[in-house]
């Protein structure tokens, strides 16, 4: 990445010289107000594509025990002084063509077709270095080359304006029209008012970076995938660090209590790869904390949101209710599912209406997500224990053998569609406690779901040996 990111700063050096060593002897021959203010302009591009340079190569160094964010804000840096540079010509260029036209000064130039020429050479060069420098600057994220790219595409405008101001200078020496010679300083006007307004936009741009500005639009886009990740209760701050190419963004997560670690981790995991997909060059830090998934005024909006949906005649229920808070803002994300296969236009139309409802009623409620599903076609369950004893032998031969202190004393089989489930009915010693059960039933819902096909739920009713 280093090199090829060295090698388009390079490759603008090179171009920026042909160009500076051209204008300015080209500008003093013609003595062209307008080519000398390009000269000045290009010994400026010269200065501002070294230091993009020295940049490129300096940002590219990893981070250290001085730098732990690394360098990239010297790309920033870079950028702010070839904004300075950029107005500095500006000001010079304006008080030579204010005099000019105002003041006396001389505006008579000569060879204006040669000064022409050059321009024509100039915008060409520049064409290409700018496509070098964009292709470069979008691929690594580069504000430095970004802000060259700019620079130099500025330079093709302002070398434009200067080129049919020599042409109307060459019209006026040609067919006698005197006022024609003032087209040189005001198309010399003409560039450094446009060169003004690109130097305040990258002075913004810089500046913002400088001051640790979050890219706008970056925050919300961070939190609409956070609220996609189903185990977050909270998201109490996202706070985010240009650097360079690199975006620093911290979060700080609300996660339920009872979460074991490897549950968190796979929280934390999950969030770093779906901001990591919608800000590709990001180091990612995501810190986590203990909270109730369900306050008071949390209960009280998943109730009115099912009340809501209760009321809707397409709507069967809904689930996956997650509410999320930040700076003092709910944010609701939830599943409704839908009895018919509707249109987009149509649950668009749905979602709208019930994200006004819910929001009329709770005015903490800024943002509703839904997300519809259609409910699976009620099929006729029947049961079907007598019509596959073999199944029944397969399923009670498992269950004794997972333990032997337990009796399977009774096993239902129904069918719904594709689908099998079982009914069991096992007794166990007396002292068997709530969490040796839970372990007990998970490994025979395990291993029959494992070696029984077609068998997709296991229902286990315990009850103390000897029992009827």
């Given amino acids: 990445m280093g090199n090829e990111k060295q090698k388009a700063a390079l490759s603008s050096i090179f171009a920026a010289t042909f160009l500076t060593i051209l204008k300015v002897v080209v500008g003093v021959l013609t003595g062209s107000l307008g080519i000398i203010s390009e000269a000045l302009h290009s010994i400026l591009d010269l200065l501002a594509t070294v230091i993009t340079f020295l940049a490129v190569r300096f940002s590219d160094k990893p981070a250290d025990a001085q730098h732990h964010y690394g360098h990239g804000k010297m790309e920033s840096f870079s950028a702010l002084i070839e904004t300075v540079l950029l107005l500095v010509t500006c000001a010079w260029i304006i008080y030579e063509a204010v005099q000019k036209l105002f003041f006396g000064k ?276 029947e049961e079907i224990t007598e019509a596959e004893p073999e199944m029944v032998s397969s399923i009670k031969a498992i269950v004794d053998g997972i333990s032997g202190d337990m009796d399977c004393h009774e096993i239902r089989l129904y069918k719904n569609g594709d689908k099998v489930s079982t009914f069991l009915h096992c007794g166990v010693r007396e002292e068997f406690t709530v969490d040796k059960l839970e372990i007990l039933s998970d490994n025979i819902k395990r291993k029959l779901k494992s070696d029984v096909k077609k068998l997709e739920n296991v229902h286990i009713h315990f009850e103390p040996l000897g029992d009827d």
């Fill in 106 to 381: 001389s505006a008579e130039m000569t060879g204006a077709l040669w000064g022409a020429l050059v321009m024509v050479i100039s915008i060409g060069v520049n064409a290409t270095r700018v496509g070098v420098l964009k292709r470069a600057a979008k691929k690594y994220g580069s504000q430095a080359l970004e802000a060259d790219a700019l620079h130099f595409s500025s330079d093709v405008w302002s070398s434009a304006v200067v080129t049919v101001g020599l042409i109307c200078v060459w019209l006026g020496e040609t067919f006698h029209i005197p006022a024609f010679k003032y087209a040189d300083p005001i198309a010399a006007l003409g560039v450094a008012l446009l060169v003004i307004k690109v130097s305040i936009k990258l002075g913004k741009e810089t500046i913002d970076v400088l001051l640790d500005t979050a890219p706008k639009g970056m925050k919300e886009a961070i939190e609409k995938e956070i609220c996609t990740v189903s185990d977050v209760v909270q998201i109490e701050s996202i706070r985010i660090r240009p650097s360079g190419a690199v975006k620093y963004i911290e979060l700080n997560i609300g996660v339920e209590p009872v979460q074991d670690h490897t549950s968190v981790y796979k929280v934390v995991s999950e969030i770093k790869e779906k901001v990591s997909a919608i800000i590709p060059n990001s180091d990612i830090t995501v810190s986590t904390f203990p909270v109730e998934s369900l306050s008071a005024e949390d209960v009280n909006i998943n109730r009115t949101l099912e009340k809501i949906v209760r009321q809707m005649p397409n709507c069967l229920n809904v689930h996956n209710v997650h509410i999320y808070e930040l700076d003092g803002k709910k944010e609701i994300s939830a599943h409704i599912e839908l009895k018919e296969n509707l249109t987009l236009g149509a649950t668009h139309e749905l979602s709208h209406k019930i994200s006004s409802i819910i929001k009329s009623e709770i005015d903490t409620i800024e943002n509703v997500n839904l997300f519809f599903e259609r409910a699976e076609r009620e099929l006729p369950t």
